[in-house]
């Protein structure tokens, strides 16, 4: 049996070591109660989230008991090992409780009879292996302390553990290369290591060979060939973790354990100690905490998205409702001018089948009626048939006695006519006498003219000169006064270019007077149209103009009455730029005219009472002017007319107010809708170094106004509006620079008259003294012209006295030659013979006629009395019939009224019929199918109503069916369309961009459903995770802790561990806090702040917390007690002694290269001191301590028997 030191009181060796110090306990006292006080937070909270678990469930509890950790294959690496997932409603996963905390506690597989743990060391065999040739030896079950000189070998076994169980050379931080770990001057070596099995099964063999010449190796497991993977998959199955730190630490990984990052100390605690599904819950928590983290970023993403197309709709969902309110009332219009027809055509059918049953019981009473009164009816017939025929014979004898009478009448016409030719040649024969007078006074009277005009001609002519004579006294005169003439000559034509140039002068003025006329009057409209829409600023406008003097520069009149639209197919494009308020302002071109005009007109009243106006003023500054979206060529490309700035007049001090307030330098113009909306929006939208893109654009009759958002994705939007009838700019105003064109011209004009005028009156009055000095000549001339005119009276006197004297002697001729009056008689006489003749031949004629006529006349008589007779009998019976048939004769009036009546419905049903049909066919589909749908409901209603009236039940509920008149249908349609009326239209391109944005939405809003089910459903597994997790961590911690803080106690200092959360769980760790002074407070442990020794201390104290937790086979540790003062080192080794010599403890390696005297010692522990030198024993049992031990046992019995 191993020897047991003593531990002594106290250590005089122990730097600074007042083991009561007041300091240190008082920390301590503190340090225990913040633990007490976390522990009973973190166990409160975690009982509590229990107990909740266990209400919800329960179920998941009970399906756990009775379950071995050991029989599930996934115990280690699954996080829910041995329980069985349930599931929701929902198919989800839930957590089924804190598991971790009702599980027993599994460190390590079942310990065998020879007291190894499955996968613990029982045999290391190294050859040629760094310092050794050859080594064998076996370590204990638990503590195996293996001592022995510096450079011996010691980490040569930690090294021969590491790499013959085929872990990388990297955890050893010593050599990388395996060849370097071949003995020198040797050509290989190997490995051999032997562990435990599990129970009932052979124990594991691994022989890894190593080349000096080569970096691989050779595995053989249990004697077989055996890949590096399968070595691998062994450890795996043994829970080996010879690379984790806090199961296996080299000497040259002492300094690596204090640097690790306290996450890194979370994740190897894990592995090496506490439950074994802490790992992979934890994994499982940082990759689902990734994977939350990412959908929750894309959620908020997706969210703020949804939000902006929310808001966006949301603005435009006026617009759009009330497009759908005018596609519904359109479509109700539509439907109503369906049904008008329809009901038009079911009433005219209803009063026609009205009207036809009242015709057909009329026709069946004048039928009765007739029939009743047939008889006297037939023999009506037959006398109306007589007395037709009568009346034909009646008719023939007339037009026979007509005949005579007109031959009698033509004889007797032909008489008259000759009596009366008889008459007019007696009164010519009376007229002879007197004629014949007459023509004598005529001759006479005749020849006196004639000699009258014989001596006219006859007299003498008086003394004249001659033509020729008067000619030369002409042309003398002429000559004389030709240089006068001249003379006036010259001033006429200035006289006539002087009236010429007045004239034009007055051509222009009324010219210019005419414009300025035309201006003034569209000025006075304006002014006008200002008035009624707004008197303030009117009132303003007439100040302005009054009040000029006022101000240092122009202030321009508002955009209404100064801007013109060059070309008025712009108009609506150009006045959709402008807003009400911009209409109306005032543009001034220094602030001190601005603050001029708001004092008088804002201020103080100048208007004489309280007024408002918009005044406007912004300092010239053209960097501070975005400039166009788009080029000149970018304009032609897109199809644009130009910028809205190209087609107005305006004052040139009005530009700036025009590009810097309305930008229509920057407002594109195409009066066709042919531009490619979606291109130019791109290109608006393009950002400036000024200012982060969007401009204004009219394509055809919508206004779009592009803007660029300045948050997020900085997504281009486009809003739209109608292009209205311009109402402000139809009207020309006044451009100020025409008008004094105008007034200059005007002056011009009214200057040139004057000088005109002057001129005249200088020409005009040497026109006078022409004329006084003309008057001479002109006497001369008259006198010459007067005596003209009497040759030409003397000649004109002779040519008419000639010309009557021809006449008179034709007419006497004429009347000499005419017959005498006695031929003329006998001409009459034997002509009135020939008539009486003629007329006795008549007279005869006429009277053989009139004997003729007499027995016609008889015979037509005696027809025409037989037809009065039968025309009697037939009036009298007809009157007897009418008095007979009085009721027939009033049915059939009403009969026949009712048939004209029936004749117009049934033509005004069909042409109803006709124009319903041609309605219903002509509408679109949907209201087809509308009106089908109401036209089944109405039949099916109608037929109800019918079916309930025959079996004396209540009629059927007429809701929905379509039962109005058509005046009803009418009064709707009208209150329709005074609705559509005051809808106004909306651009169809909102409505689509609505529409689509909408569906997005609603795309977005499931794809966030889904993926918020998603991150749902992740958080439930974290959740179930971290409830499995954190408490299973937390006690795990808690018991390392509560170990730890102990054994410093027992070393007069203080220590603790503690859980740094985070919501990151990869950055959640396990702070190291120690304090090994009294004037220092607890510290984490850092590659950096502490020394040396005080990290090796804390290292091995922390190990040793974690020996009674850790689930490994076997543990090392090489050199941990370097630096370290003897009272520490001795308390660490008494310590480690204590835990790891526990009957439930593993295998632990402590490697040490010195001894303290009197430690303690346990039965449990093996010391294996490594011999190593130049020269050894060949013996092999030379070195075995035991037997050496009981030698020396054998030598003392003997010496002292022999005594």
Not at 517 to 541: N, V
Not at 937 to 945: C, I, N, P, S
Request: hydrophobic content about 35%.
């Amino acid at each position: 049996m191993p020897r047991r030191g003593v531990v002594a009181d106290n250590d005089d060796d122990v730097p600074g070591s007042s083991l009561a110090s007041t300091a240190v306990k008082e920390e301590k006292v503190r340090v225990k109660e913040e633990k007490s006080k976390s522990k009973g937070k973190q166990r409160a909270r975690v009982d509590a989230e229990d107990d909740e678990d266990g209400e919800q469930n329960g179920a998941g509890d009970q399906d756990a008991e009775g379950e071995d950790d050991t029989g599930d294959p996934e115990g280690v690496d699954s996080p829910r090992g041995a329980k069985r997932t349930r599931l929701n409603e929902e198919g989800e996963s839930r957590p089924g409780g804190s598991g971790s905390q009702h599980l027993p506690k599994k460190k390590t597989l079942p310990r065998d009879v020879d007291g190894y743990i499955p996968g613990s060391i029982v045999r290391i065999q190294l050859h040629n292996f760094v310092t050794y040739d050859f080594v064998e030896f076996r370590p204990g079950p638990y503590l195996n302390m293996i001592v022995g000189p510096n450079g011996t070998g010691k980490s040569s076994i930690a090294c021969s553990i590491a790499l013959g169980l085929n872990f990388p050379p990297s955890i050893l931080g010593r050599a990388s290369e395996l060849n370097s770990f071949v003995k020198i001057g040797t050509e290989g070596g190997y490995i051999e290591i032997e562990l435990k099995g599990p129970k009932g099964k052979r124990n594991v063999i691994i022989r890894r060979t190593l080349s000096a010449t080569s970096k691989s190796s050779n595995f053989t497991l249990n004697g077989n060939a055996a890949s590096g993977n399968e070595i691998k998959h062994k450890m795996t199955e043994l829970n080996v973790q010879v690379g984790n730190l806090c199961s296996f630490l080299p000497q040259d990984k002492v300094s690596e354990f204090a640097a690790m990052t306290p996450q890194q100390l979370l994740r190897e605690t894990q592995r090496a100690a506490g439950d074994e599904r802490l790992t992979s819950w934890h994994d499982t928590l940082i990759s689902a905490g990734k994977d939350l983290k990412a959908m929750q970023l894309q959620i908020k993403g997706e969210q703020e998205q949804l939000r902006q197309m929310v808001e966006r709709n949301e603005g435009i969902e006026r617009d759009v409702q009330r497009y759908k309110d005018r596609k519904k009332i359109e479509h109700e219009i539509a439907f109503l001018n369906v049904l008008i027809p329809v009901a038009t055509y079911r009433e005219t059918l209803i009063r026609f089948k009205e009207i036809k049953a009242n015709q057909r019981r009329l026709h069946e009473k004048v039928t009765k009626l007739k029939a009743k009164n047939a008889p006297a009816h037939e023999f009506l017939k037959k006398l109306d048939a007589s007395h037709k025929a009568l009346d034909k014979v009646r008719d023939d004898k007339k037009k026979i006695v007509s005949a005579h009478v007109k031959r009698m009448q033509a004889k007797h016409t032909a008489n008259d006519k000759l009596e009366t030719d008889a008459e007019d040649i007696n009164m010519k024969l009376g007229q002879l006498k007197r004629a014949e007078k007459e023509r004598t006074i005529k001759i006479k009277s005749l020849g006196n003219d004639i000699k009258k005009q014989e001596d006219e001609l006859a007299r003498d002519p008086p003394e004249l000169p001659s033509q020729e004579q008067l000619n030369d006294e002409a042309r003398q005169i002429n000559l004389e006064r030709q240089s006068l003439i001249a003379r006036r000559g010259e001033l006429d034509q200035q006289l006539e270019s002087l009236v010429v140039r007045k004239t034009d002068a007055k051509h222009e003025y009324d010219k210019g007077a005419a414009e300025l006329k035309k201006l003034d009057d569209a000025d006075a409209r304006k002014l006008a149209m200002m008035y009624r829409w707004d008197r303030e600023t009117h009132d303003a406008i007439k100040w302005l103009r009054s009040n000029k003097h006022l101000f240092k520069a122009q202030v321009f009149e508002p955009p209404f009455m100064c801007v013109t639209v060059k070309d008025k197919r712009y108009a609506n494009a150009v006045e959709a730029c402008f807003s009400a308020g911009q209409m109306k302002t005032f543009v001034a071109q220094s602030q001190e005219d601005c603050d001029t005009l708001n004092h008088h007109i804002n201020d103080s009243g100048a208007l004489g009472r309280k007024a408002r106006i918009t005044t406007w003023f912004r300092a010239h500054q053209e960097d501070m002017l975005v400039p166009p979206p788009m080029s000149r060529e970018e304009l032609a490309e897109l199809h644009f007319d130009g910028y809205a700035l190209d087609y107005i007049d305006y004052p040139e001090g009005l530009q700036w107010f025009l590009r810097r307030e309305l930008n229509l330098h920057r407002t594109a113009i195409a009066l066709k809708a042919n531009v490619d909306v979606n291109r130019t929006m791109e290109v608006v939208a393009r950002p400036g170094h000024n200012h982060p893109g969007g401009a204004n654009f009219i394509n055809g009759t919508t206004m779009n106004i592009v803007s660029r958002s300045r948050y997020g994705r900085k997504a281009v939007g486009n809003m739209t509006r109608d292009v209205h009838q311009a109402r402000n700019f139809v009207i020309p105003t006044i451009d100020p620079e025409t008008k004094r064109k105008y007034d200059e011209m005007m002056a011009a004009a009214v200057q040139e008259k004057q000088l005109c005028d002057e001129a005249m009156a200088g020409v005009n009055k040497k026109l006078d003294d022409v004329a006084e000095e003309d008057k001479s000549f002109v006497a001369r001339i008259n006198s010459v012209k007067s005596r003209r005119e009497e040759i030409k009276n003397e000649q004109k006197r002779i040519a008419t006295a000639q010309s009557r004297l021809i006449r008179l002697r034709d007419q006497l001729k004429q009347y000499m030659s005419q017959p005498s009056a006695d031929e003329e008689r006998k001409k009459l006489r034997k002509k009135l013979l020939s008539i009486s003749q003629q007329r006795m031949i008549n007279a005869k004629d006429y009277t053989n006629l009139a004997h003729a006529i007499v027995p016609e006349a008889q015979t037509c008589a005696y027809a025409g009395i037989q037809y009065l007779q039968v025309g009697a009998n037939r009036a009298a019976l007809q009157e007897l019939c009418n008095k007979k048939d009085e009721k027939f004769q009033t049915a059939l009036g009403e009969f026949n009224e009712v048939n004209e009546a029936f004749i117009q419905i049934k033509e005004e049903t069909k042409r109803c019929l006709a124009e319903n049909r041609q309605i219903v066919d002509e509408a679109p589909e949907d209201i087809r199918e509308e009106y089908a749908e109401s036209e089944r409901v109405r039949v099916a209603y109608e037929m109800a109503l019918e079916e309930s009236k025959k079996n004396g039940t209540p009629p059927p509920d007429p809701e929905g069916v379509e039962l109005r008149s058509r005046e009803e249908l009418e009064n709707e349609l009208e209150r329709q369309r005074a609705k559509l009326d005051l809808n106004l239209n909306t651009n169809p391109g909102v409505v689509e961009q609505y529409e689509k944005r909408k569906r997005d939405i609603e795309q977005l809003e499931k794809t966030l459903e889904e993926r918020q089910k998603k991150a749902d459903k992740v958080e439930r597994n974290i959740k179930n995770a971290r409830d499995n997790w954190q408490p299973a961590l937390e006690k795990l911690v808690a018991s390392i802790g509560e170990k730890f803080s102990a054994a410093f106690d027992r070393i007069g200092c203080a220590g603790e561990i503690r859980i740094s959360e985070h919501e990151d769980y990869d950055k959640w760790a396990i702070d190291i806090l120690v304090k090994f002074r009294d004037s220092e407070k607890l510290q984490l442990l850092t590659g950096q702040r502490q020394s040396g020794g005080e990290r090796s201390l804390t290292t091995i104290l922390y190990l040793m917390s974690l020996t009674e937790e850790a689930r490994a086979p076997f543990s090392l540790v090489d050199e941990i007690n370097q630096g370290m003062d003897q009272r520490a080192e001795r308390t660490v080794h008494n310590s480690m002694v204590e835990v790891t010599c526990k009957e439930d403890s593993a295998q632990y390696f402590l490697i040490t290269p010195k001894l303290l005297p009197d430690l303690n010692y346990h039965e449990r522990m093996k010391i294996l001191c490594v011999n190593n030198g130049e020269w050894l024993p060949e013996e092999r049992d030379l070195g075995n301590m035991m037997n050496m031990i009981e030698g020396y046992v054998q030598r003392q019995g003997r010496a002292a028997n022999a005594v």
